[in-house]
């Protein structure tokens, strides 16, 4: 039987602030028999430059991504949800008007996947291997949870860690306050949410707080350290692949 093989487009993020978390991805598909090729040429999916208006900066951006990642007719797994939401339906938005490129996004959109939908697909005890120990919580990224639908497969992913437990998050569907550019232009609204959100992940009683976009985690982490708080903040692929 030939193997399967993906793409990963591991995004500037992960890339530039915790490749680890590429690594951990790439030996998660690998466990699962899954070859892993890492185009070259990835840069920025052209999130921020679209949020900011930049509307022609944007359409740039997605026609390079399209050219890295048309290369190969494999399909495309990125470990976030909001680059996933990018590439899967605001570049058909952006593009829809290029005879040329237009098509080729739609493509692109159909052969695009966020990382724990892909896993729970392949195989609903993708997390029995992993060592991960004491008490996770979840904070689902707004892009994620409503920009995708993705709501189940990382907290049933999470559920089925052998030497884990997983707690409520309080308000877990609250926004943490990053949103991108938003952190930067309303930065005070913004920090007012992060303080809600580190209140909930500490009410939670967890030793560590879980995500599936890096951008969160950040956020989040930040706001931890700064409260002096030892609770961890980790990729979702960081700890299945522990």
């Known amino acids: 039987m030939a193997r399967r093989s993906i793409q990963l487009f591991a995004t ?3 890339e530039a602030i915790r490749p680890a978390v590429g690594l951990a991805v790439v030996r998660l598909l690998e466990r699962a028999g899954i070859a892993v090729g890492y185009p ?13 208006g930049a509307l022609e900066d944007a359409r740039a951006m997605a026609r390079h991504t399209i050219d890295v990642l048309s290369r190969s007719e ?5 470990p976030s949800g909001s680059c996933t939401d990018m590439l899967a339906h605001q570049y058909p938005l952006l593009l829809a008007g ?3 490129y237009g098509p080729k996004a739609a493509a692109l959109a159909r052969r695009t996947r966020e990382l724990s939908q892909l896993l729970s697909e392949l195989d609903p005890g993708a997390s029995r291997l992993s060592r991960c120990r004491g ?11 409503r920009g995708l639908g993705v709501a189940e497969p990382p907290l049933q992913l999470l559920r089925q860690l052998p030497q884990a437990e ?6 877990a569907e609250d ?14 609204i913004s920090g007012a949410m ?3 959100k580190l209140d909930a992940v500490e009410a939670s009683g967890a030793d560590t707080v879980v995500a599936c976009d890096l951008s969160c985690l950040i956020h989040i982490e930040g706001g931890l350290r700064r409260r002096g708080s030892r609770i961890a903040a980790r990729h979702l692929a960081e700890v299945l692949a522990e």
């Open 12 to 14: 500037c993020l992960v």
């Open 40 to 52: 070259e040429g990835q840069t920025c999916c052209g999130q921020p430059a679209s949020n900011a």
């Open 74 to 78: 494999h399909d495309v797994v990125i």
């Open 98 to 100: 290029d005879p040329i």
């Open 135 to 145: 008490k996770l919580t979840y904070h689902p990224s707004c892009h994620l949870l």
């Open 166 to 171: 997983l707690v409520a998050l309080p308000g």
């Open 175 to 188: 926004c943490c306050g990053f949103g991108g550019l938003f952190a930067v232009k309303m930065s005070a």
């Open 194 to 196: 992060l303080e809600r």
